[in-house]
């Protein structure tokens, strides 16, 4: 395992190559190509924050709207800071569980390192994310938002762990689903569940108390405050402690992931 696991750093230069040519597949033939990367975090944006913002606080009697979604309240910097690295994390894992499957001919090749797929997916959708990040820049500046250099040198190290763990997933999930094809299926629900029980569209302080051991147990829980805390919430980094433990745990959870794609690797020819 450890063997296969060092032969990927000779596979960077195919890596790479297969990150341009899906990033350059997923706008063929359309008319504002990459400028999708910048619309649909955008839409999505604009939707949420209309249901949340507008909608939903109506569900309340007057004198008991939520504060936290109240002006002025930036509600809608509050939720890119979020829903930008779970977008991010959700396409990736969507696409992992199919990748395999749908590169059956490059698999079925002895010397292809099949593992590569999923990680080419999850650096595809990376690079989205940082196509949107331009876009969160450009809010934080109009909201005036109180982040500090200290703060964001904090940044990067929350964007590795978020790449960790999200690879992990995406070989895990790219492994079983070969031999279960409902896992697909049961991935969409559990992720529209997990996006809910994140503190993404609410502040994780108004989380229910019976949630609240939820929260904590929650990975993607601490990636989330920490970009809200990173980007929005005035005040110094808490949360760093919280990030350092997720950050070793994926080391140890992308470890176990690979053992597995490895174990299974052999019959993924038979199967796809």
């Not at 099949?114 to 876009?135: D, K, S, W, Y």
């Not at 970009?227 to 005040?235: A, I, N, S, W």
Request: hydrophobic fraction near 55%; proline fraction near 6%; glycine fraction near 6%.
């Amino acid at each position: 395992m450890l063997g296969n696991l060092a032969r990927l750093i000779r596979y960077r230069g195919l890596i790479q190559t297969l990150v341009a040519r899906e990033l350059k597949a997923r706008y063929r033939g359309s008319v504002l190509g990459f400028f999708w990367s910048f619309i649909n975090p955008l839409l999505l944006l604009l939707i949420y924050t209309y249901v949340f913002a507008y909608i939903m606080p109506t569900r309340f009697a007057e004198g008991e709207q939520p504060k936290p979604f109240a002006d002025p309240f930036p509600y809608a910097l509050f939720l890119f800071c979020g829903i930008l690295p779970w977008t991010w994390f959700s396409s990736s894992l969507n696409e992992a569980a199919g990748v395999l499957i749908s590169g059956g001919n490059l698999i079925k090749k002895v010397l292809f390192p099949a593992e590569v797929l999923p990680i080419v997916t999850t650096l595809a959708n990376m690079v989205h994310f940082f196509l949107g990040l331009p876009i969160l820049a450009a809010f934080l500046i109009y909201y005036r938002a109180p982040v500090t250099v200290g703060e964001l040198t904090w940044f990067p190290v929350i964007v590795l762990v978020q790449l960790l763990f999200t690879l992990a997933l995406a070989l895990l999930v790219a492994a079983l689903t070969v031999h279960f094809r409902d896992i697909r299926d049961i991935l969409a629900n559990v992720l529209t569940l997990w996006f809910f029980a994140t503190p993404i569209i609410y502040p994780w302080k108004r989380a229910p108390d019976f949630g609240k051991w939820f929260v904590n147990a929650n990975p993607f829980s601490h990636l989330a405050i920490s970009y809200q805390e990173v980007l929005f919430f005035e005040g110094p980094f808490g949360h760093w402690r919280w990030l350092l433990v997720i950050g070793v745990m994926s080391v140890v959870f992308f470890l176990f992931a690979y053992f597995v794609f490895d174990r299974l690797r052999d019959t993924f020819a038979e199967e796809v």
